[in-house]
């Protein structure tokens, strides 16, 4: 059974950069792609990156594009999410995810997901 576990969030200024751990345990071969996500309250969850997880192609939400940037270890299971120039609005709980779709942003192809790690930036 596949579990994911984040870390790495925290309480940050505006302009510091953040980097996000998710470590992947359990993991079966119908996964292929690993995603992050984030909500903030009364939004729905919101797509920040995915990467496959054999192929290493990297996908990102737009907006977001040149400041996050998504990688993996697969020696170690490892998932990462370097966040740069952070700014209020990416105040979030990020969540690591799982998935089969390799073509995939919609979080229902997801179906394995971490608790999430809090990230707070103060402006």
């Known amino acids: 059974q596949v579990q994911l576990v984040e870390s790495g969030g925290g309480l940050v200024q505006a302009g510091d950069s953040l980097r996000l751990s998710c470590a992947v345990s359990?993991?079966?071969?119908?996964?292929?792609?690993m995603g992050w996500f984030r909500r903030t309250p009364g939004k729905e969850r919101e797509f920040v990156a995915r990467?496959?997880?054999?192929?290493?192609?990297?996908i990102y939400a737009d907006s977001l594009m040149g400041r996050f940037a998504i990688s993996r270890v697969k020696a170690s299971n490892m998932i990462y999410l370097q966040m740069n120039n952070l700014n209020s609005e990416d105040t979030a709980v990020y969540y690591c995810a799982a998935g089969s779709n390799i073509w995939s942003s919609d979080p229902r192809d997801f179906r394995v997901w971490g608790q999430g790690t809090q990230v707070t930036v103060s402006s």
């Open positions: 359990g993991l079966t071969l119908d996964v292929n792609v």
């Open positions: 990467i496959g997880w054999n192929s290493g192609r990297q």
